[in-house]
């Protein structure tokens, strides 16, 4: 199956301070990805669209000037939790579109856990 | 109403019993179905993808979707421990305004006690 990257897997950071989540495809190109969130025991959130060269699409409610996203190539985007809170700790997800052997999925990463002190 | 609806469990069962998942959709516009299994504090793997009414199979698992009722399920044969895990159904519509976009189940947690 496709591979999908984060790093880092874990981050701990001081309340007001911006981190930095990679998700990258490893062995398959995706002009698309997606940015999730996951509170306990609850299922995926979507909160934007990153396209490979062009503005990431946000959901609904998801601030965009607070989770910047920037999908530079085709195996790479990066989300940005700036000027982090504590309410900003949470289970962040990405995934990548494929259209490999004629299906049209996405495959996620392992995840990144935030949590702001 | 959400447009997916899965029981969130938990689902306990004996080793080596078939595990039956479900769920339930409102939207007829859905046209690709996908389980993916969840273990805690990890990604989701994709376990079946599906785009049509019908059964598909791969080694111990088959995905049955039915169009007409809007309902799909996951079966797990022969279900050993290590199938402990969150499984979500999600779907997508492929339309250009929400093309590649994914709509989840809530999850189902699943036990298989030894």
């Known amino acids: 199956g496709a591979v999908v990257s984060q790093h880092p897997s874990r981050v701990i950071c001081k309340s007001g301070t911006s981190v930095k989540i990679e998700c990258r495809s490893l062995d398959f190109q995706a002009t698309t990805m997606f940015w999730y969130r996951q509170f306990p025991k609850q299922s995926l959130m979507l909160m934007a669209t990153s396209n490979e060269g062009s503005k990431a699409t946000y959901e609904q409610g998801v601030e965009k000037d607070k989770f910047l996203i920037n999908h530079a190539s085709l195996t790479l985007s990066t989300l940005t939790v700036t000027s982090a809170h504590p309410e900003d700790s949470s289970f962040y997800i990405c995934s990548a579109r494929s259209e490999r052997g004629g299906t049209d999925t996405q495959y996620f990463g392992p995840g990144t856990r935030l949590t702001v002190l | 109403q959400k447009e997916v609806e899965q029981d969130p469990g938990p689902l306990s069962v004996p080793e080596g019993a078939i595990v039956s998942l479900n769920c339930t959709y409102s939207?007829?516009?859905?046209?690709?179905f996908m389980w993916y299994r969840q273990y805690s504090r990890k990604g989701p793997e994709l376990l079946m993808y599906?785009?049509?009414?019908g059964n598909k199979e791969d080694g111990r698992f088959t995905a049955q979707v039915d169009k007409s009722s809007k309902y799909i399920s996951l079966f797990i044969r022969d279900s050993q421990p290590s199938d402990s895990a969150t499984y979500l159904c999600a779907m997508s519509l492929m339309t250009t305004d929400s093309w590649g976009k994914l709509q989840f189940g809530a999850g189902t947690q699943v036990v298989v006690t030894p």
């Open positions: 599906t785009y049509s009414s």
């Open positions: 939207n007829s516009a859905f046209q690709y």
